[in-house]
């Protein structure tokens, strides 16, 4: 069964650093790309970034870019958000999602997402 589980969303203060993992299983992440994408209270769900399959290349929003770095563990088969200098309109839930290709896009028609994770960036 294919299936993504993101954790590491916690309270953190503004310009402050927090990781969010994305746990893949049921199919071999390094194949394919897997995308973070971040939803605020009453907004459309927004995305954030990319790693493509195979050659693990990178794509951002306009509005992390600088801020957050996406990479893969292929060992865990987890993807992981490091974002740091986190401002308040980062609060969130964060998903990952895929679609079982190498193709990095940041429009969320994926099939496949996960659960969320919150992130509240707050004083």
């Known amino acids: 069964q294919v299936q993504l589980v993101e954790s590491g969303g916690a309270l953190v203060h503004p310009g402050g650093s927090l990781r969010l993992s994305c746990a893949a299983s049921g199919f071999t992440g390094d194949y394919y790309a897997i995308a973070w994408f971040r939803q605020a209270p009453g907004k459309e769900r927004e995305g954030v970034s990319c790693i493509g399959g195979t050659w693990d290349n990178t794509v951002y929003a306009d509005s992390v870019k600088g801020r957050f770095t996406i990479s893969r563990d292929s060992a865990k088969n987890t993807i992981f958000l490091q974002r740091n200098s986190l401002k308040p309109e980062d609060t969130a839930i964060y998903y990952c999602?895929?679609?079982?290709?190498?193709?990095?896009?940041?429009?969320?028609?994926?099939?496949?997402w996960g659960h969320g994770t919150q992130v509240t960036v707050s004083s």
């Open positions: 999602a895929t679609e079982l290709s190498s193709l990095c896009k940041l429009d969320p028609t994926y099939p496949i």
